[in-house]
């Protein structure tokens, strides 16, 4: 089994088999959006923010979402 963390969410999959989401690690409040692809998960970051959600992947493996930084959104 793969450990994702708690509370992950899967939003999107392209035909590669890449998957993208949000997952909260055991030691943060705050999702984080996360890339699976090959059988690891990648965190993607929050652009110096504090949290993010991957909300869809294209099939060149772009990815497009959301950040949340100091109550502003992006």
């Known amino acids: 089994a793969i450990d994702l963390g708690?509370?992950?969410?899967?939003?999107?999959?392209n035909d590669s088999g890449q998957v993208v989401g949000y997952s909260y690690s055991f030691d943060s409040v705050n999702p984080r959006a996360f890339l699976y692809s090959n059988g690891s998960m990648q965190d993607l970051g929050a652009l110096n923010g504090f949290a993010s959600v991957a909300y869809g992947i294209n099939n060149a493996g772009q990815v497009v979402g959301h950040y949340v930084f100091d109550d502003h959104h992006g």
């Open 6 to 13: 708690w509370g992950t969410n899967a939003y999107d999959i």
